[in-house]
C-alpha cells in the first residue's frame, strides 16, 4: 500500500474511532499537538515535494507517536498533522498558512515545497511569530531578507558550487560546458559559479540556458560534445536532469566528470538510468553509510514509506524536524523562546552538527556526490567523503 | 431600469460589508474573501466581453501577469494607487495591441491564440530578464499592509460589477450582444464590429491586469511561472460558465461557490477533492447547462415537485 | 551544415513532430465530428503512459506487448464517458458553440478526476521505466533506439489512420461528417455509432502516444498537460478538423522547434513555437491548409 492509501485508511479508521468513541471518552490525557503544513500533492511541485519533503513529515509524526508522542519539556504529547494540498499554487499555500496560523492556532508549522512557496510563506510566518526551518528553500535573496523567524537547512548556492569547482580543480579540469535551467535556481548558481571558475583558471567553452519542461537537448549536447570539455556542468532540475544524462549517453558525449545538480541523489535517477547513472556527480550530502544516524534514518524511511530517501534534501527535511523536536523538548511550545532556541544553538542531526548563522545553515559544507555500485557517495569535501571519486565516469 | 436599481443597491450593501472585514481581525477568513473577490472580478471583467461576444479569450493570465510585473517594477518609484492603475494600463495596451489582430479570429482560433500570446509574453519576459538584469523574478520587500491588498481587491471587483453592468447596457453593449448573435449582420446594421470588440476587450483587461497588481505583493517573489500561470485563466473561465456568463449574478455566484466550495473540501478531503470537484463540475454542465444563474430553476423545481407530488407522468416530455 | 548535423535534426524533429501528430489526430477527430473541446486529452496519454508501465512492471515483459490492450481499455473508456456525458452534451446543447463551451467544463472536470486518482494509485512522485535507451548509429547519425520506435509507430498510425479515412466506406462517412454534419446525418450515417467509435478512436490514440512515451519520459500525474496545448496548437496550425493538416502541421512545428533550438537556444524554443503559431494564424486565419 502506498503512503497515501495507508493515509487514507489511517483517517477514515480514525474518524470512526472519533465517532465511536466520542461519548464519555475522557481518559486523562495530555492535548495534541497540532502541526500544519500545505504540500503540493498536485501541480507542478507534486514530484519534488512527494519525493523529498511530505514523507518525512508522515514519517516523522508516525514514529513519534509510535514513541508515545512528541517530548514538550518532559511531556508526551502525540502529534496531529493537519496536511493539505496547495496545488502548487502561491495564493492558495498564502492563504493556507493564515489559516494555520490565525484561524487553527496550531502549536507548530512546517514549510511547504520549493523556494518560490517559501518566499511567500517565510514573510506571513515572520509576521504571525510562528518559526519555519525550511528544507527545500535555495536562494541567496530570501537568505537576505533576514526574516528572524526564518531558517533554511540546506545549503545555498554558494558552497554547493564552490565544493564543485573545488573538486573539478582537484582533478585538473581545464575546460567545462554548462547547460543551466532559466529560473532563479539556475541563475543563482550560475551567478555563483562563473567567477568561482574564472578564479580556478577553468575555461567555459559552452554555455546554453533551456526552459522548464524541455523535452529534448540532444542538439546542444551535440554542440558541447563537438566543444570536448574536461567537464560538462548542468545546473539541473527533475525531470531535465534524467533528459539530459540518457540523452548524452545515446550521442556518446562522455566528458571525464558529469555533473547534473539536483535530483541526481533521487534514488529514481539510478532506477531510471540504470547503468548510465554509475559515475554521475550532483548535489548530495549523506548516504547511510555516513553514519548510525543516518543509517536508522534510510531504513525508518524505507520501513514507513516503502521508498528510499533522496540522498540531498530529503536529510535536511529531517534535520529540520529533529530541529524542531530537540527545540521543543528543551523550551516547549513558546514560539519565542523556540526561535531564539534555533537561533543560537547548536544541533545534532542526521547530517552532522547543524547551526544558524541568521537565516542559513553553516554547520553542513558545500557537497559533491556521485554514484557508486548503486550507492550515492559522497566525494568532495574529503573531510566528509565516504569514497574516492571515481574519474573519468565511464559510460557502459 | 427598475431591476438594476434593486441590484446596485444590494451590490453596495455587501459592498460595505465586505470593506468592514477587516475589523474582525479574522485573517484566514479575510484571505478567503480575497481571493474569492479575485476571481470575482477576473470572472466578471472576463464575462463582460467574452460573455455576450462568445469570444472565449484565454488571455487573462496575460494580463494579470503583465499588472503584477508592473507592480514589482514600479512599486519602489510610485504610489500604490498609481502602481495599480498602471498595471491595468499595461493590460490594456497589451490588450489593444494585439486585438487589432487577433478579433479577426474566431471561435476556437481565437482561444488557442490568445492562449498562445500569453505564452509568448512569458517567455519573452523571461528571456529579457535574464539578458538584461541577469536574474529571474522580483523579490518585493516593502509591501503595502494585507488590508490595503484587501481593500483594493475589492475596489476593483466592485468597478468590475458596475461596468459589466453599465456597459452592458449602454450602446456598446447592445452591440457586442449583436455580435455574438451574427456578426455579419451585426455589421450590416451599422455597428463596426471591430471597434466594438476592441473596446470590450481593452475594457475586460484592465481589470485583470489591475487585480494582477494588486495581487502580485501577496507573495513577496514572483516569476513568470507563477503570475503567468494557466492555472489562472482555465479558473476565471471555469467560474464564469459555471456561474453564466450572461448575467452579472453569473460570475459572482460562481466565484462565491466555486471558491468556498473547492476550499472547503480542499480542507475537509485533503486526499479526494480534486475528485469530487471534477464529478461535481460535470455534473453541473450536465445538469445547469447554461450555469447557475442562467437555469431555469423555477421550472425546475415545478418539475421536481410535479413528479414527487404527482403521479409521474405516463410519457416523459420530450427532449429536443 | 554538414549532412550528417542537418539529418540529425530532421530525424529528432520528426520524433518531435511525430508525438504531436498523434496526440493532436485523437483531439482533431473529437473537435471535428463533436465539437468536443476536450482540455482533458493529454489526461488520457497519462493514463495510456501509466498503464503501460504498471503492466511493465508486474510482468517484465517489453511495453509494446501492452500497447494494443491498453488501447483498446482507453477506447472502451471512451465509448463510456461518450455515452454517459458527451451524449447527453450534444443533444442538449442549442448550438456548436455552445458545445464547444461545455464541452471544455467537462474536460476540465475530466482531468481533475484524472490526475487526483492517479495521484492516489501511482503517487505524485515521478515513476519510470525506460525501455530501448541504447543509441542506434547510422554513420555520423546517432538516434536512440526508443525515440526512433516511437517515430516509425507514429508515422504507421497517422498514416493508417489517412488511409483508413481515404479509402474505405466507413473513413468517408467520417470525412463527410467532418465536412458538413448535417448533410452527413441526411445522407443516411449513422453519427449515432460512428460519434461514440470516433471519440473512443481519439482516447486510444492518446493512450498510444503514452504508452510509446513512457518508454521514453518519467510519468507523473501532470504529464499530459503540455500534449494538451501543443495539440491544441498543431490542430490549429493545420485547420480544424483537417486530418492531414494536423500531420503536416504537427511535422512542421517539431521541424522547427529543433532547428530553432539549434540556430538559437533551448531557452527560445517556446518563444520559436508560438512565434510560428501566431504568425501563421495572422496570415492564414484558418490554419495553414484551409479550403
Known amino acids: 500500500m502506498n503512503t497515501i492509501s495507508r493515509r487514507l485508511s489511517l483517517q477514515a ?24 503544513y500545505t504540500q503540493s500533492r498536485s501541480g507542478p511541485f507534486a514530484g519534488g515535494s512527494q519525493t523529498t519533503q511530505e514523507p518525512n513529515y508522515l514519517l516523522w509524526a508516525e514514529q513519534l507517536n509510535a514513541a508515545g508522542g512528541l517530548n514538550v519539556q518532559g511531556k508526551k504529547r502525540k502529534i496531529e498533522l493537519v496536511g493539505v494540498d496547495d496545488r502548487s499554487d502561491m495564493e492558495t499555500i498564502v492563504r493556507s498558512y493564515e489559516k494555520f496560523m490565525t484561524a487553527d492556532k496550531v502549536d507548530l508549522v512546517l514549510p511547504p515545497w520549493g523556494t518560490g512557496a517559501n518566499f511567500a510563506v517565510a514573510p506571513v510566518a515572520n509576521k504571525h511569530g510562528y518559526q519555519l526551518v525550511a528544507p527545500t528553500a535555495l536562494s541567496q535573496k530570501l537568505v537576505d531578507m533576514k526574516l528572524p523567524y526564518y531558517f533554511v537547512t540546506l545549503q545555498q548556492p554558494k558552497p554547493m558550487m564552490q565544493a564543485l569547482v573545488d573538486m573539478l580543480a582537484a582533478h585538473h579540469v581545464k575546460t567545462v560546458t554548462v547547460a543551466y535551467m532559466d529560473d532563479l535556481f539556475g541563475l543563482e548558481n550560475i551567478g555563483a559559479l562563473e567567477p568561482m571558475l574564472a578564479a580556478k583558471g577553468i575555461k567555459v567553452l559552452d554555455k546554453k540556458s533551456y526552459p522548464l519542461g524541455v523535452k529534448d537537448l540532444s542538439t546542444m549536447l551535440k554542440g558541447m560534445k563537438a566543444a570536448n570539455p574536461d567537464a560538462f556542468i548542468g545546473i539541473t532540475y527533475p525531470p531535465d536532469n534524467f533528459l539530459v544524462t540518457g540523452q548524452a549517453k545515446e550521442i556518446g558525449f562522455a566528458p571525464k566528470i558529469f555533473y547534473t545538480a539536483v535530483g541526481t541523489a533521487f534514488p529514481i535517477y539510478r532506477e ?108 568532495w569535501p574529503p573531510a566528509r567523503a565516504t569514497a574516492k571519486a571515481v574519474v573519468p565516469k565511464v559510460w557502459n | 431600469m427598475k431591476q438594476d436599481n434593486v441590484f446596485l443597491v444590494a451590490a453596495a450593501l455587501a459592498t460595505l460589508l465586505l470593506a468592514a472585514l477587516p475589523a474582525l481581525d479574522a485573517p484566514f477568513v479575510q484571505s478567503l474573501a480575497l481571493s474569492c473577490l479575485m476571481y470575482a472580478g477576473l470572472a466578471v471583467s472576463w464575462s463582460l466581453f467574452s460573455g455576450p461576444t462568445r469570444y472565449l479569450s484565454l488571455a487573462t493570465s496575460a494580463f494579470f501577469g503583465l499588472g503584477a510585473y508592473c507592480t514589482a517594477v514600479g512599486l519602489a518609484h510610485l504610489p500604490w494607487p498609481l502602481v495599480v492603475i498602471a498595471g491595468g494600463l499595461a493590460a490594456t495596451l497589451f490588450a489593444f495591441l494585439i486585438g487589432l489582430v487577433v478579433l479577426k479570429l474566431r471561435g476556437a482560433y481565437f482561444a488557442v491564440i490568445t492562449y498562445g500570446l500569453g505564452e509568448l509574453v512569458k517567455h519573452t519576459i523571461t528571456h529579457v530578464e535574464k ?102 485563466v482555465f479558473q476565471t473561465v471555469l467560474i464564469s460558465m459555471v456561474g453564466g456568463p450572461l448575467t452579472v449574478g453569473g460570475p459572482l455566484l460562481g466565484a462565491l461557490v466555486f471558491s468556498l466550495l473547492s476550499e472547503f473540501l480542499r480542507l475537509s478531503l485533503p486526499y479526494l477533492y480534486m475528485i469530487l470537484l471534477g464529478v461535481l463540475l460535470i455534473v453541473s454542465v450536465l445538469y445547469l447547462p447554461d450555469g447557475i444563474a442562467g437555469h431555469d430553476w423555477r421550472a425546475m423545481c415545478t418539475r421536481v415537485a410535479r413528479r414527487w407530488f404527482k403521479a409521474a407522468p405516463a410519457v416523459e416530455p420530450p427532449h429536443e | 551544415m554538414n549532412a550528417y548535423l542537418f539529418i540529425d535534426l530532421v530525424v529528432a524533429g520528426l520524433v518531435t513532430g511525430g508525438i504531436y501528430a498523434v496526440v493532436a489526430l485523437g483531439l482533431n477527430l473529437q473537435y471535428g465530428l463533436m465539437r468536443i473541446m476536450n482540455i482533458a486529452h493529454g489526461e488520457f496519454l497519462m493514463l495510456g503512459a501509466y498503464l503501460t508501465y504498471t503492466m511493465v512492471r508486474l510482468t517484465g515483459l517489453s511495453p509494446l506487448w501492452f500497447i494494443a490492450p491498453m488501447m483498446l481499455v482507453l477506447f472502451l473508456l471512451g465509448l463510456l464517458l461518450h455515452r454517459l456525458i458527451f451524449r447527453r452534451l450534444a443533444e442538449t446543447s442549442p448550438n456548436a458553440e455552445a458545445m464547444e463551451a461545455r464541452s471544455l467544463i467537462v474536460g476540465f472536470g475530466l482531468m481533475f478526476i484524472a490526475q487526483n486518482a492517479a495521484q492516489l494509485t501511482w503517487g505524485g512522485g515521478m515513476s519510470g521505466q525506460p525501455y530501448l535507451d541504447q543509441a542506434v548509429h547510422f554513420g555520423e547519425v546517432t538516434v536512440a533506439a526508443n525515440r526512433l520506435l516511437v517515430l516509425v509507430v ?137 479550403r
Open chain 1, 272 to 379: 531510471r538510468m540504470g547503468k548510465g547513472s554509475e559515475g554521475t556527480m550532483g548535489m548530495g550530502s549523506w548516504n547511510p553509510k555516513m553514519s548510525k544516524a543516518a543509517k536508522a534514518y534510510f531504513d525508518a524511511h524505507v520501513a514507513v514509506t516503502k521508498k528510499e530517501p533522496d540522498r540531498w534534501a530529503s536529510a535536511h527535511a529531517w534535520a529540520a524536524l529533529e530541529i524542531i523536536q530537540q527545540t521543543v523538548e528543551k523550551v516547549g511550545l513558546d514560539r519565542k523562546a523556540m526561535r531564539d532556541h534555533i537561533a543560537k544553538t547548536e544541533f545534532d542531526t542526521v547530517l552532522g552538527k547543524m547551526k544558524f548563522n541568521g537565516t542559513e545553515e553553516v554547520g553542513v559544507p558545500g557537497m559533491v556526490g556521485q554514484w557508486q555500485n548503486g550507492e550515492f557517495e559522497i566525494v
Open chain 1, 13 to 36: 479508521a480514525l474518524a470512526l474511532a472519533g465517532m465511536l468513541a466520542m461519548p464519555g471518552f475522557a481518559v486523562a490525557q495530555e492535548p495534541t499537538v497540532k502541526v500544519g
Open chain 2, 131 to 232: 539578458t538584461w538584469s541577469g536574474t529571474v523574478g522580483r523579490v518585493m520587500t516593502e509591501t503595502p499592509s494585507s488590508n490595503v491588498v484587501y481593500w483594493s481587491v475589492l475596489l476593483i471587483a466592485l468597478l468590475a460589477v458596475v461596468t459589466y453592468v453599465r456597459f452592458g447596457a449602454s450602446r456598446y453593449g447592445h452591440a457586442l450582444r449583436g455580435i455574438g448573435i451574427d456578426e455579419e449582420r451585426a455589421a450590416t446594421l451599422g455597428v463596426n464590429p471591430m471597434r466594438v470588440k476592441l473596446a470590450g476587450f481593452c475594457l475586460s483587461a484592465w481589470f485583470a491586469g489591475a487585480l494582477g497588481a494588486a495581487m502580485a505583493v501577496r507573495w513577496t517573489y514572483i516569476d513568470p511561472n507563477t503570475v503567468f500561470n494557466p492555472f489562472i
Open chain 3, 154 to 290: 507514429v508515422a504507421a498510425a497517422s498514416l493508417a489512420l489517412v488511409l483508413v479515412l481515404k479509402r474505405t466506406l466507413l473513413g468517408k462517412a467520417v470525412r463527410g461528417m467532418l465536412q458538413a454534419p448535417l448533410g452527413a446525418m441526411l445522407v443516411g450515417i449513422d453519427t449515432r455509432t460512428l460519434h461514440p467509435a470516433c471519440f473512443g478512436l481519439g482516447l486510444a490514440l492518446a493512450g498510444l502516444a503514452g504508452g510509446l512515451l513512457s518508454m521514453v519520459y518519467e510519468l507523473t500525474p501532470a504529464m499530459g498537460e503540455p500534449y494538451t496545448i501543443s495539440a491544441l496548437i498543431v490542430i490549429t496550425l493545420g485547420g480544424l478538423g483537417n486530418i492531414p493538416g494536423a500531420i503536416a502541421g504537427a511535422v512542421l512545428l517539431g521541424l522547427v522547434e529543433t532547428f530553432g533550438m539549434y540556430y538559437t537556444s533551448p531557452s527560445l524554443k517556446i518563444l520559436i513555437s508560438y512565434g510560428v503559431l501566431v504568425g501563421v494564424l495572422l496570415l492564414r486565419p484558418k490554419g495553414l491548409f484551409a
